[in-house]
């Protein structure tokens, strides 16, 4: 068990759909970190956040948003959602920055019909 | 643009050899680099990391070789168990923002 809780361990929606993914880090981490993993692919880092506030961004599109809330749990919205967002959802935190080794959650697989 | 290449999507070894993971890279600013192991429907764990000033790390069964003049690094387990049967991503930390950058990753498959 990493400590990173992530929920719902399964969504399954329609095209157009908004869904919520929740992240809640290890104790005493201050980053969060979410990915994205489609089918057969790496993981795609889409965005960071560090003590409440956006560290990085990477591959995020602009219907995706994230925030991370004081209690450092995390939430990642996908709107208008497209077949092509399916996919397993990762969320990761570490103690620090992104040079630190990060501890995964389970993921939460999103499908799209 | 894949800056860290697992040209391998799988690779099958016999139980009791050793397996070896690649990984190329193409950007000489990595300063460290981390190898995770993916079991399905699991998030991905940590295993073992090396810094660009070193060009060995070992840990039990686990080593990991960098050679930074060939931009390449390999993962060896040796002997290889049933229960390293998972997939392996490689990825590399970029100093400048310290953004991580995965590979693709290899799905190793243990045979008994």
């Known amino acids: 068990d990493s400590g990173v809780t992530q929920t719902p361990k399964h969504l399954i929606t329609a095209t157009g759909q908004r869904v919520t993914l929740r992240c809640s880090p290890r104790s005493g981490d201050l980053s969060v970190y979410w990915y994205q993993q489609s089918l057969d692919q790496g993981l795609q880092f889409l965005i960071q956040?560090?003590?409440?506030?956006?560290?990085a961004k990477g591959n995020i599109l602009e219907r995706f948003s994230a925030q991370q809330f004081p209690d450092l749990h995390s939430e990642l919205n996908l709107s208008s959602l497209e077949l092509g967002d399916s996919a397993l959802y990762f969320c990761?935190?570490?103690?620090?920055?992104?040079?630190?080794?990060?501890?995964f959650g389970a993921g939460t697989r999103l499908s799209v019909l | 643009d894949q800056q860290v290449k697992q040209n391998s999507p799988s690779l099958s070894v016999q139980e009791g050899r050793i397996s070896i993971l690649n990984c190329d890279y193409t950007?000489?600013?990595?300063?460290?680099f981390l190898w995770y192991k993916k079991y399905p429907a699991e998030g991905p764990t940590f295993l073992i990391s090396?810094?660009?000033i070193k060009d060995k790390n070992e840990d039990g069964r686990f080593t990991v070789f960098l050679n930074k003049s060939a931009k390449h690094l390999s993962l060896h387990i040796v002997p290889s168990q049933p229960g390293d049967s998972a997939v392996y991503f490689c990825?590399?930390?970029?100093?400048?923002?310290?953004?991580?950058?995965w590979g693709a990753g290899t799905k190793l498959i243990i045979k008994p």
């Open positions: 956040y560090y003590n409440g506030e956006e560290r």
């Open positions: 090396i810094s660009s």
């Open positions: 950007n000489s600013m990595f300063d460290y």
């Open positions: 990825a590399a930390i970029l100093a400048s923002n310290y953004q991580l950058i």
């Open positions: 990761a935190s570490s103690p620090r920055t992104m040079g630190d080794i990060q501890y």
